[in-house]
């Protein structure tokens, strides 16, 4: 065989086999929704999972975030729905996934999105502001209970009508025989920052959403609704709401990734495989322990078993709350 046709068949192979065996990746910037207000959990986890990716060079394509937070976050949920077979589209899920849909109808449901990865699992801390002279959870509960039914009803704050916030908050008033004014917020971070600001009296916010103004002194943490303490940091020295109130007051919210509908497998998989490298890095650790967030890693059959077994857990825990949608 003469030497310019073997070095033609060699130059044949070399542009046919990568181009049928490359793997899917990014051909353009990655729309990353946020279905929740600027400054919340949600968007400080996007926002570092899109920071962590260009620092580390994990996608060849940035990842945009878009807060669409309209309707307790069904904005983000019907946008993204409505993009079938997109594999540049994906969101970052609270429990709103399944609290938003069982509340007010939205013809919405996680099975219309393609899952993707857990990324951990979120707390919520009963807080005050730190100027008040509740140093106990039992301290407060005091006070709100002597403050029932009068003008001054305690003011409990919380991300929006029937949230993981509402809902936590009638467990409490369910299990101790309380009754608090619920005001409701577009988002983690301004639930915080009125509570700093004095307009609400509490909140059940996720420890992320208001650690800084732990660490600046404006806010107390008194409770952790878990059935066991935060084992990280000076998050230890907080009892859950078991040990403090002796009620059996416990819930874990989804921080999870979804696709848009029928993703293309391929897509998928680089996406699982994004987000693991992005959970094994440095400053996902340290988010993690400083937000007290739980790593719970999953993907494939263990991630959908999950929510399937949270959407029925979100069901009764409405249904008892009478949240849910009549």
């Known amino acids: 065989m003469k030497l310019d046709t073997v070095v033609a068949r060699v130059l044949a192979l070399l542009i046919v086999i990568p181009a049928s065996a490359a793997a899917w990746e990014p051909t353009k910037p990655i729309e990353f929704v946020v279905p929740a207000g600027t400054g919340g959990g949600?968007?400080?986890?996007?926002?570092?999972?899109?920071?962590?990716?260009?620092?580390?060079?994990?996608?060849?394509?940035?990842?945009?975030?878009?807060?669409?937070?309209?309707?307790?976050?069904?904005?983000?949920?019907?946008?993204?729905?409505?993009?079938?077979?997109?594999?540049?589209?994906?969101?970052?899920?609270?429990?709103?996934?399944?609290?938003t849909p069982l509340h007010t109808g939205v013809p919405f449901?996680?099975?219309?999105?393609?899952?993707?990865a857990r990324m951990a699992l979120d707390q919520f801390i009963l807080w005050v502001n730190a100027e008040t002279p509740y140093k106990t959870a039992k301290d407060y509960i005091a006070a709100v209970k002597e403050k029932m039914g009068k003008a001054d009803q305690m003011k409990m704050g919380g991300t929006g009508s029937a949230q993981e916030d509402q809902i936590l908050t009638i467990q409490l008033e369910q299990a101790l025989g309380l009754k608090f004014t619920y005001v409701p917020f577009k988002g983690g971070g301004e639930v915080c920052v009125n509570l700093v600001g004095k307009h609400v009296d509490s909140t059940v916010n996720n420890p992320i959403e208001c650690v800084s103004h732990w660490k600046a002194g404006r806010v107390r943490p008194l409770a952790v609704f878990d059935t066991a303490r935060i084992p990280v940091g000076e998050w230890k020295e907080i009892p859950t709401v078991k040990e403090a109130l002796g009620a059996d007051v416990n819930y874990l919210m989804l921080r999870g990734i979804f696709g848009a509908p029928s993703m293309p497998k391929e897509a998928v998989e680089w996406y699982v495989a994004f987000l693991k490298k992005v959970s094994e890095t440095p400053e996902w650790k340290k988010y993690t322990d400083d937000g007290a967030l739980k790593p719970a890693f999953a993907t494939g059959p263990e991630y959908v078993k999950w929510v399937e077994e949270n959407e029925q857990l979100h069901k009764e825990l409405m249904a008892k709350g009478g949240l849910l949608k009549k």
Request: hydrophobic share 45%; aromatic share 4%.
């Open 42 to 99: 949600a968007d400080q986890m996007a926002r570092l999972i899109a920071g962590i990716a260009e620092k580390h060079k994990l996608s060849p394509r940035p990842l945009i975030v878009v807060n669409k937070a309209g309707g307790a976050g069904a904005e983000g949920f019907l946008d993204i729905k409505g993009k079938k077979g997109d594999a540049h589209t994906i969101i970052i899920t609270l429990s709103n996934l399944f609290t």
């Open 109 to 116: 449901n996680w099975k219309d999105l393609t899952p993707i």
